[in-house]
Protein backbone atom coordinates (compact mmCIF):
# COMPACT_ATOMS: atom_id res chain seq x y z
CA UNK A 1 0.00 0.00 0.00
CA UNK A 2 3.08 2.33 0.88
CA UNK A 3 4.61 1.82 -2.72
CA UNK A 4 1.02 2.31 -4.08
CA UNK A 5 0.60 5.74 -2.45
CA UNK A 6 4.39 6.67 -3.82
CA UNK A 7 3.72 6.34 -6.92
CA UNK A 8 0.28 7.99 -6.70
CA UNK A 9 1.93 10.96 -5.71
CA UNK A 10 4.98 10.26 -8.32
CA UNK A 11 2.18 10.40 -11.10
CA UNK A 12 0.74 13.53 -9.41
CA UNK A 13 3.58 15.27 -9.19
CA UNK A 14 4.40 14.71 -12.83
CA UNK A 15 0.49 15.59 -13.88
CA UNK A 16 0.79 19.23 -12.02
CA UNK A 17 4.13 19.88 -13.78
CA UNK A 18 3.44 18.45 -17.29
CA UNK A 19 -0.45 19.35 -17.20
CA UNK A 20 0.35 22.17 -19.67
CA UNK A 21 2.34 20.77 -22.61
CA UNK A 22 -0.74 19.43 -24.21
CA UNK A 23 -0.81 22.85 -25.66
CA UNK A 24 2.61 25.09 -25.54
CA UNK A 25 2.43 28.60 -24.45
CA UNK A 26 2.80 31.45 -27.51
CA UNK A 27 1.88 34.94 -27.78
CA UNK A 28 -1.30 34.82 -30.12
CA UNK A 29 -1.71 38.29 -29.60
CA UNK A 30 1.34 40.36 -30.58
CA UNK A 31 1.69 43.86 -28.83
CA UNK A 32 0.47 46.99 -29.11
CA UNK A 33 1.28 50.38 -27.83
CA UNK A 34 -1.34 52.57 -25.81
CA UNK A 35 -1.13 55.12 -23.85
CA UNK A 36 1.86 56.46 -25.05
CA UNK A 37 3.10 59.62 -23.31
CA UNK A 38 6.27 61.79 -22.63
CA UNK A 39 7.93 59.37 -20.27
CA UNK A 40 5.60 56.34 -20.27
CA UNK A 41 4.11 53.79 -22.43
CA UNK A 42 1.63 51.22 -22.27
CA UNK A 43 2.60 47.51 -24.27
CA UNK A 44 -0.46 45.15 -24.12
CA UNK A 45 -0.41 41.34 -25.18
CA UNK A 46 -1.80 38.12 -25.11
CA UNK A 47 -0.79 34.12 -24.39
CA UNK A 48 -2.74 31.38 -25.31
CA UNK A 49 -2.27 30.12 -21.94
CA UNK A 50 -2.63 31.68 -18.29
CA UNK A 51 1.11 33.01 -17.56
CA UNK A 52 2.87 35.62 -15.90
CA UNK A 53 4.03 38.57 -18.23
CA UNK A 54 6.55 41.48 -18.43
CA UNK A 55 8.26 43.78 -20.34
CA UNK A 56 11.95 43.90 -21.47
CA UNK A 57 13.55 47.52 -21.79
CA UNK A 58 16.58 48.54 -23.87
CA UNK A 59 17.36 52.38 -25.13
CA UNK A 60 17.65 52.10 -29.03
CA UNK A 61 21.54 52.99 -29.01
CA UNK A 62 23.12 50.13 -31.52
CA UNK A 63 23.90 48.27 -28.49
CA UNK A 64 23.19 44.43 -28.37
CA UNK A 65 19.77 43.82 -26.90
CA UNK A 66 21.53 41.04 -24.92
CA UNK A 67 24.59 43.48 -24.21
CA UNK A 68 23.54 44.03 -20.78
CA UNK A 69 20.44 42.63 -17.93
CA UNK A 70 17.48 44.45 -19.63
CA UNK A 71 15.17 46.52 -17.12
CA UNK A 72 12.11 43.97 -16.35
CA UNK A 73 8.49 45.69 -16.07
CA UNK A 74 5.99 42.99 -14.89
CA UNK A 75 2.28 42.72 -15.46
CA UNK A 76 0.91 43.15 -11.44
CA UNK A 77 -1.41 44.07 -9.42
CA UNK A 78 -1.68 45.12 -5.97
CA UNK A 79 1.20 43.75 -4.96
CA UNK A 80 1.40 40.61 -7.49
CA UNK A 81 2.38 39.60 -10.55
CA UNK A 82 -1.29 38.63 -12.48
CA UNK A 83 -1.40 35.07 -13.95
CA UNK A 84 -3.78 35.54 -17.12
CA UNK A 85 -4.04 35.36 -20.94
CA UNK A 86 -4.71 39.35 -21.44
CA UNK A 87 -1.20 41.25 -20.24
CA UNK A 88 -0.78 44.83 -19.84
CA UNK A 89 1.77 46.68 -18.15
CA UNK A 90 2.86 50.67 -18.48
CA UNK A 91 6.65 51.35 -18.41
CA UNK A 92 7.70 54.56 -16.39
CA UNK A 93 10.54 56.87 -16.31
CA UNK A 94 10.72 57.22 -20.07
CA UNK A 95 12.63 60.17 -21.54
CA UNK A 96 10.44 62.37 -23.85
CA UNK A 97 11.43 62.26 -27.92
CA UNK A 98 13.74 58.96 -27.04
CA UNK A 99 13.48 56.05 -29.18
CA UNK A 100 13.24 52.72 -27.17
CA UNK A 101 13.42 48.58 -27.92
CA UNK A 102 11.26 46.25 -26.44
CA UNK A 103 10.22 42.50 -25.94
CA UNK A 104 7.89 40.95 -24.12
CA UNK A 105 7.98 37.26 -22.38
CA UNK A 106 5.21 35.16 -20.73
CA UNK A 107 5.60 32.30 -18.48
CA UNK A 108 3.26 29.46 -18.41
CA UNK A 109 1.79 29.41 -14.51
CA UNK A 110 -0.96 27.61 -12.76
CA UNK A 111 -2.06 28.19 -9.14
CA UNK A 112 -3.01 25.24 -7.71
CA UNK A 113 -6.37 25.75 -4.42
CA UNK A 114 -3.63 25.92 -1.95
CA UNK A 115 -1.80 28.48 -3.14
CA UNK A 116 1.01 26.87 -5.51
CA UNK A 117 2.32 27.82 -8.66
CA UNK A 118 3.73 25.31 -11.20
CA UNK A 119 5.51 27.20 -13.61
CA UNK A 120 6.15 26.17 -17.42
CA UNK A 121 7.52 27.26 -20.51
CA UNK A 122 8.30 30.83 -21.74
CA UNK A 123 7.05 32.68 -24.97
CA UNK A 124 8.75 35.88 -26.22
CA UNK A 125 8.84 38.29 -29.27
CA UNK A 126 12.33 38.74 -30.77
CA UNK A 127 14.98 40.36 -29.30
CA UNK A 128 17.65 40.36 -31.92
CA UNK A 129 18.15 43.81 -34.01
CA UNK A 130 16.42 42.84 -37.19
CA UNK A 131 13.10 41.62 -34.90
CA UNK A 132 12.67 43.94 -31.62
CA UNK A 133 10.03 45.84 -31.66
CA UNK A 134 10.55 49.85 -31.05
CA UNK A 135 8.46 53.21 -30.19
CA UNK A 136 9.28 56.67 -29.65
CA UNK A 137 7.85 58.70 -26.79
CA UNK A 138 6.15 61.81 -27.55
CA UNK A 139 7.50 65.03 -27.26
CA UNK A 140 6.27 68.46 -28.29
CA UNK A 141 6.53 69.98 -31.67
CA UNK A 142 4.83 71.48 -34.12
CA UNK A 143 3.29 68.81 -36.63
CA UNK A 144 1.17 65.61 -36.26
CA UNK A 145 0.34 63.03 -38.27
CA UNK A 146 -2.14 60.07 -38.15
CA UNK A 147 -4.18 58.05 -39.91
CA UNK A 148 -8.68 57.21 -39.28
CA UNK A 149 -9.54 54.08 -41.32
CA UNK A 150 -13.44 52.42 -40.21
CA UNK A 151 -15.56 49.85 -40.67
CA UNK A 152 -13.08 47.30 -41.10
CA UNK A 153 -14.83 44.30 -39.56
CA UNK A 154 -12.36 42.03 -39.37
CA UNK A 155 -11.02 42.45 -43.26
CA UNK A 156 -7.49 41.13 -42.90
CA UNK A 157 -6.65 41.81 -46.95
CA UNK A 158 -8.69 45.50 -46.37
CA UNK A 159 -6.71 46.95 -43.63
CA UNK A 160 -3.57 45.85 -45.36
CA UNK A 161 -3.89 47.42 -49.03
CA UNK A 162 -5.33 50.94 -46.80
CA UNK A 163 -2.08 50.60 -45.03
CA UNK A 164 -0.19 50.02 -48.05
CA UNK A 165 -1.20 53.67 -49.17
CA UNK A 166 -0.01 55.37 -45.85
CA UNK A 167 3.52 54.68 -44.56
CA UNK A 168 2.94 54.07 -40.82
CA UNK A 169 6.51 55.35 -40.11
CA UNK A 170 5.79 59.20 -40.85
CA UNK A 171 2.70 59.29 -38.27
CA UNK A 172 2.09 60.07 -34.71
CA UNK A 173 -0.90 57.72 -34.04
CA UNK A 174 -3.79 55.85 -35.66
CA UNK A 175 -7.51 55.61 -35.14
CA UNK A 176 -10.00 53.20 -35.55
CA UNK A 177 -13.15 55.09 -35.84
CA UNK A 178 -15.64 52.07 -34.88
CA UNK A 179 -16.73 48.49 -36.56
CA UNK A 180 -12.84 47.38 -36.49
CA UNK A 181 -14.51 43.76 -35.89
CA UNK A 182 -18.33 42.89 -36.69
CA UNK A 183 -18.85 41.59 -32.94
CA UNK A 184 -16.92 40.32 -30.44
CA UNK A 185 -18.51 37.00 -29.53
CA UNK A 186 -15.22 35.31 -28.03
CA UNK A 187 -12.55 36.22 -25.80
CA UNK A 188 -10.22 36.08 -29.04
CA UNK A 189 -12.04 37.82 -31.68
CA UNK A 190 -10.95 41.06 -31.27
CA UNK A 191 -7.28 39.87 -31.73
CA UNK A 192 -7.65 37.49 -34.32
CA UNK A 193 -9.85 39.43 -36.71
CA UNK A 194 -7.72 42.89 -36.34
CA UNK A 195 -5.36 43.60 -33.66
CA UNK A 196 -2.73 41.37 -34.78
CA UNK A 197 -2.82 42.88 -38.09
CA UNK A 198 -2.72 45.96 -36.91
CA UNK A 199 0.02 45.10 -34.69
CA UNK A 200 1.80 43.97 -37.91
CA UNK A 201 1.36 46.86 -39.50
CA UNK A 202 1.82 49.23 -37.11
CA UNK A 203 0.55 49.23 -33.48
CA UNK A 204 3.76 47.47 -32.28
CA UNK A 205 5.46 50.86 -32.76
CA UNK A 206 2.92 53.77 -32.45
CA UNK A 207 -0.91 54.40 -30.88
CA UNK A 208 -3.74 53.07 -31.74
CA UNK A 209 -6.59 55.29 -30.32
CA UNK A 210 -10.08 53.49 -30.85
CA UNK A 211 -13.85 54.59 -30.86
CA UNK A 212 -16.34 52.01 -30.11
CA UNK A 213 -18.37 51.41 -33.02
CA UNK A 214 -21.74 49.84 -32.79
CA UNK A 215 -20.61 46.76 -34.03
CA UNK A 216 -18.17 46.50 -30.96
CA UNK A 217 -20.97 46.55 -28.39
CA UNK A 218 -22.10 42.82 -29.94
CA UNK A 219 -21.48 39.71 -28.59
CA UNK A 220 -20.86 38.23 -25.23
CA UNK A 221 -17.58 39.49 -24.82
CA UNK A 222 -18.57 43.19 -25.88
CA UNK A 223 -17.66 44.82 -22.05
CA UNK A 224 -14.35 43.39 -22.27
CA UNK A 225 -13.28 46.08 -24.87
CA UNK A 226 -11.90 48.50 -22.99
CA UNK A 227 -9.10 45.69 -21.28
CA UNK A 228 -8.28 45.79 -24.90
CA UNK A 229 -7.97 49.72 -24.69
CA UNK A 230 -7.14 51.39 -21.81
CA UNK A 231 -6.77 54.77 -22.39
CA UNK A 232 -9.52 56.37 -20.39
CA UNK A 233 -9.16 57.82 -16.37
CA UNK A 234 -12.66 57.82 -16.28
CA UNK A 235 -13.58 53.71 -16.81
CA UNK A 236 -15.95 54.65 -19.89
CA UNK A 237 -15.48 54.14 -23.85
CA UNK A 238 -15.71 57.74 -24.71
CA UNK A 239 -12.59 59.61 -23.63
CA UNK A 240 -9.99 62.78 -24.66
CA UNK A 241 -6.10 62.88 -25.32
CA UNK A 242 -4.03 65.99 -26.40
CA UNK A 243 -1.03 65.81 -29.38
CA UNK A 244 0.83 68.98 -29.40
CA UNK A 245 -1.93 71.87 -29.14
CA UNK A 246 -4.86 69.80 -30.78
CA UNK A 247 -7.34 68.77 -28.14
CA UNK A 248 -9.08 65.44 -29.61
CA UNK A 249 -12.32 63.86 -28.19
CA UNK A 250 -13.33 60.25 -29.02
CA UNK A 251 -17.57 60.13 -28.26
CA UNK A 252 -19.45 56.71 -28.51
CA UNK A 253 -22.92 56.18 -30.26
CA UNK A 254 -23.27 53.55 -28.84
CA UNK A 255 -25.92 51.05 -30.79
CA UNK A 256 -28.40 52.37 -33.85
CA UNK A 257 -31.36 50.40 -33.19
CA UNK A 258 -33.69 50.79 -30.02
CA UNK A 259 -32.70 49.38 -26.66
CA UNK A 260 -35.78 46.96 -27.09
CA UNK A 261 -34.30 45.40 -30.36
CA UNK A 262 -33.82 41.62 -30.12
CA UNK A 263 -30.55 41.73 -31.00
CA UNK A 264 -29.43 43.23 -26.74
CA UNK A 265 -31.22 39.90 -25.51
CA UNK A 266 -33.07 42.24 -23.02
CA UNK A 267 -29.73 43.61 -22.01
CA UNK A 268 -29.48 47.00 -24.38
CA UNK A 269 -29.17 50.21 -22.32
CA UNK A 270 -27.89 52.92 -24.75
CA UNK A 271 -30.47 55.55 -23.85
CA UNK A 272 -29.00 56.19 -20.62
CA UNK A 273 -25.81 55.52 -21.68
CA UNK A 274 -26.13 58.46 -24.26
CA UNK A 275 -27.21 60.84 -21.32
CA UNK A 276 -24.79 60.25 -19.35
CA UNK A 277 -22.28 61.05 -22.19
CA UNK A 278 -24.23 64.18 -22.87
CA UNK A 279 -22.99 65.69 -19.01
CA UNK A 280 -19.26 64.19 -19.90
CA UNK A 281 -19.34 66.22 -23.07
CA UNK A 282 -20.58 69.55 -21.83
CA UNK A 283 -17.94 69.25 -19.26
CA UNK A 284 -15.04 68.73 -21.88
CA UNK A 285 -15.90 71.60 -23.52
CA UNK A 286 -15.76 74.10 -20.82
CA UNK A 287 -12.34 72.67 -19.33
CA UNK A 288 -9.34 75.07 -19.61
CA UNK A 289 -7.41 72.42 -21.54
CA UNK A 290 -9.97 72.58 -24.04
CA UNK A 291 -10.19 76.33 -24.21
CA UNK A 292 -6.60 76.29 -24.33
CA UNK A 293 -6.21 74.07 -26.89
CA UNK A 294 -5.61 76.00 -30.61
CA UNK A 295 -7.29 72.92 -32.48
CA UNK A 296 -10.10 70.94 -31.81
CA UNK A 297 -10.96 67.95 -33.60
CA UNK A 298 -13.68 65.00 -32.59
CA UNK A 299 -14.34 61.40 -33.99
CA UNK A 300 -17.21 59.35 -33.44
CA UNK A 301 -18.65 56.78 -35.85
CA UNK A 302 -21.95 57.54 -36.32
CA UNK A 303 -22.29 60.54 -37.88
CA UNK A 304 -24.82 63.36 -35.92
CA UNK A 305 -26.18 64.32 -39.32
CA UNK A 306 -27.76 62.90 -42.38
CA UNK A 307 -31.61 61.40 -42.34
CA UNK A 308 -31.52 59.56 -39.32
CA UNK A 309 -33.64 56.54 -39.92
CA UNK A 310 -32.51 54.50 -37.02
CA UNK A 311 -32.73 55.09 -33.62
CA UNK A 312 -29.25 55.42 -32.74
CA UNK A 313 -27.73 57.77 -35.18
CA UNK A 314 -31.11 59.77 -34.71
CA UNK A 315 -30.33 59.98 -30.75
CA UNK A 316 -26.32 60.72 -31.78
CA UNK A 317 -27.90 63.86 -33.81
CA UNK A 318 -30.62 64.67 -30.98
CA UNK A 319 -28.06 64.87 -28.50
CA UNK A 320 -24.53 65.13 -29.66
CA UNK A 321 -24.81 67.94 -32.44
CA UNK A 322 -25.64 71.12 -29.88
CA UNK A 323 -22.85 70.31 -28.02
CA UNK A 324 -20.42 69.77 -30.74
CA UNK A 325 -22.05 73.22 -32.80
CA UNK A 326 -20.94 75.05 -29.67
CA UNK A 327 -17.52 73.23 -29.11
CA UNK A 328 -15.68 75.27 -31.90
CA UNK A 329 -14.40 72.13 -33.26
CA UNK A 330 -12.48 72.25 -36.68
CA UNK A 331 -13.23 68.86 -38.19
CA UNK A 332 -15.17 66.14 -36.99
CA UNK A 333 -13.83 62.27 -38.82
CA UNK A 334 -17.07 59.50 -38.50
CA UNK A 335 -18.03 56.31 -39.90
CA UNK A 336 -20.99 53.52 -40.13
CA UNK A 337 -22.35 54.47 -43.40
CA UNK A 338 -19.44 52.62 -45.43
CA UNK A 339 -20.04 55.78 -48.02
CA UNK A 340 -17.40 59.23 -48.19
CA UNK A 341 -19.73 61.60 -47.61
CA UNK A 342 -18.67 65.37 -46.39
CA UNK A 343 -21.17 67.46 -45.09
CA UNK A 344 -20.21 71.32 -45.48
CA UNK A 345 -20.71 73.54 -42.04
CA UNK A 346 -24.52 74.67 -42.08
CA UNK A 347 -25.36 71.58 -44.60
CA UNK A 348 -27.27 69.90 -42.30
CA UNK A 349 -27.67 71.85 -39.15
CA UNK A 350 -23.70 70.92 -38.53
CA UNK A 351 -22.06 74.54 -37.42
CA UNK A 352 -18.52 72.86 -38.14
CA UNK A 353 -17.02 70.45 -41.52
CA UNK A 354 -17.68 66.93 -40.99
CA UNK A 355 -16.07 63.96 -42.85
CA UNK A 356 -17.48 60.65 -43.27
CA UNK A 357 -15.25 57.83 -44.42
CA UNK A 358 -15.75 55.12 -46.85
CA UNK A 359 -14.85 51.59 -45.40
CA UNK A 360 -12.96 51.25 -49.00
CA UNK A 361 -10.61 54.53 -48.03
CA UNK A 362 -7.95 55.62 -45.17
CA UNK A 363 -7.61 59.30 -43.73
CA UNK A 364 -4.40 60.62 -43.94
CA UNK A 365 -4.25 64.20 -41.35
CA UNK A 366 -1.57 66.46 -41.09
CA UNK A 367 -2.00 69.14 -38.31
CA UNK A 368 0.37 71.99 -38.08
CA UNK A 369 0.28 75.98 -37.55
CA UNK A 370 -0.93 76.19 -41.15
CA UNK A 371 -4.10 74.24 -40.52
CA UNK A 372 -5.23 70.89 -40.87
CA UNK A 373 -4.72 68.85 -44.31
CA UNK A 374 -6.54 65.80 -44.82
CA UNK A 375 -6.60 63.11 -47.79
CA UNK A 376 -8.83 60.44 -48.12
CA UNK A 377 -7.42 57.67 -50.04
CA UNK A 378 -8.54 55.02 -51.54
CA UNK A 379 -7.02 51.41 -51.59
CA UNK A 380 -5.31 51.60 -55.24
CA UNK A 381 -3.72 54.87 -53.83
CA UNK A 382 -5.76 58.05 -55.57
CA UNK A 383 -6.81 60.61 -53.29
CA UNK A 384 -10.85 60.78 -53.04
CA UNK A 385 -10.64 64.00 -51.30
CA UNK A 386 -8.13 66.58 -50.22
CA UNK A 387 -8.95 69.08 -47.33
CA UNK A 388 -7.63 71.89 -45.72
CA UNK A 389 -9.25 73.57 -42.41
CA UNK A 390 -7.82 76.75 -41.23
Known sequence: MKRLSILFAAVAAFVGVNAYSQEKIAIDQLPYIQNLGETEVTIIWRTNLESTGWVEIA????????????????????????????????VPGLEPGKTYRYRVISQEAAASDNGKVVYGDYASTKANNSGVYVFTTKKDKEITRFAIINDIHGDSAKIYSLFSQV?????????????????????????????????????????????????????????????????????????????????????????????????????????????????????????????????HVAFIHMPPVGEALWHGPGEVRRLFLPIFNKADLDVMFCGHTHNYRY????????????????????????????????????????????????
Open 59 to 90: PDDGTNFYADLRPQYYDSQLGFKKVCKLHRVT
Open 167 to 295: DPADLDFVVGNGDLVSALHTEDMLSEKFLNYASDIFAARIPLYAARGNHETRGRCALEFLDYFPVTDNGQTYYTFTYGDTFFIVADGGEDKPDTDIEYYGLGDFDSFREAEVAWLESVIESEEYKAASK
Open 343 to 390: WEPGEDGNEFPIVVNDNDTIVEVEISPKGISADVIDREGKTVKAFHFK
